[in-house]
């Protein structure tokens, strides 16, 4: 088994130190926050947050949550071993472009599991209007037409956490609402991103967190949530001006 195979401990759970960035002239500060296990297919996401994120939570913040971590506690896995590949996956792994020290989607269980979803009769045309787009230098042409959000599909990569090198983690019904739900039933205003180091997509943000996709994707383009085995499917967002006059405030009290 391989080292990125196992929970990373090179850092101890709970609260990581915050990273600053400046989006339209505003800092922000992003706390990833650590959990000290695997989050458990079917686990209640309500009981996660508030065990692990509403301690840290102020007034003003907002909180990021990955994808995958949606999935996961809505049971939305499948395992490898019910993945049988068919010929059509093998031809469209020939296509996939290849990332360096990552499988992606060169994968053919992977690829199989979004057919099954999106089906044949899509994926067909996608692989022929992706390669015509490849050739005039439009990319990503293929997950638009094949649809149904198969390009968040996650898991079956050999150099991922275990025991997600054996299961694929499928996309959330309704994000949006879920991140409604979130905030209705713990207070905290959240934002929920399908996040790599290739690119940051946002896929629901909460009335309370009063900003824009747009802007939230800006602020998360780093990727603070990190990928593989970090163990941080959540990050605490907090404007930095806000911390700064909480201490402010503090010192003032203690005078």
């Not at 068919?86 to 990552?102: F, I, P, T």
């Amino acid at each position: 088994m391989q080292a990125s195979n196992l929970p990373d401990t090179s850092t101890p759970p709970g609260i990581q130190p915050g990273r600053l960035i400046t989006v339209d002239g505003i800092t922000y500060e992003r706390f990833p926050i650590k959990v000290p296990r695997l989050i458990a297919f079917g686990e209640n996401l309500e009981t996660i947050l508030n065990e692990f994120v509403k301690p840290h939570f102020k007034p003003g913040d907002w909180i990021a949550l990955s994808e995958k971590l949606i999935s996961i506690t809505q049971n939305r896995v499948r395992h490898i071993s019910t993945v049988k590949v068919g010929w059509l996956a093998r031809l469209v792994q020939k296509g996939v472009m290849k990332h360096k020290n990552m499988t992606a989607w060169d994968n053919p269980e992977k690829i199989q599991v979004a057919i099954e979803i999106a089906g044949w009769w899509r994926i067909i045309p996608a692989m022929v209007i992706g390669a015509l787009g490849k050739l005039v230098g439009v990319r990503g042409l293929f997950w638009i037409v094949a649809g149904h959000r198969v390009s968040e599909i996650d898991g079956f990569i050999p150099e991922d956490m275990y025991p997600y090198t054996e299961w694929a983690v499928l996309p959330p019904d309704d994000p949006q609402r879920d991140c409604e739900e979130v905030e209705e039933k713990t207070g905290m205003p959240s934002v929920v991103a399908d996040a790599n180091f290739i690119n940051v997509k946002m896929l629901g943000v909460s009335r309370g967190v009063h900003l824009d996709a747009k802007t939230v994707r800006l602020i998360l383009l780093d990727n603070p949530l990190g990928q593989g085995n970090k163990m941080t499917p959540f990050v605490l967002v907090r404007r930095a001006d806000e911390q700064r006059k909480a201490g402010e405030q503090h010192a003032h009290n203690q005078q």
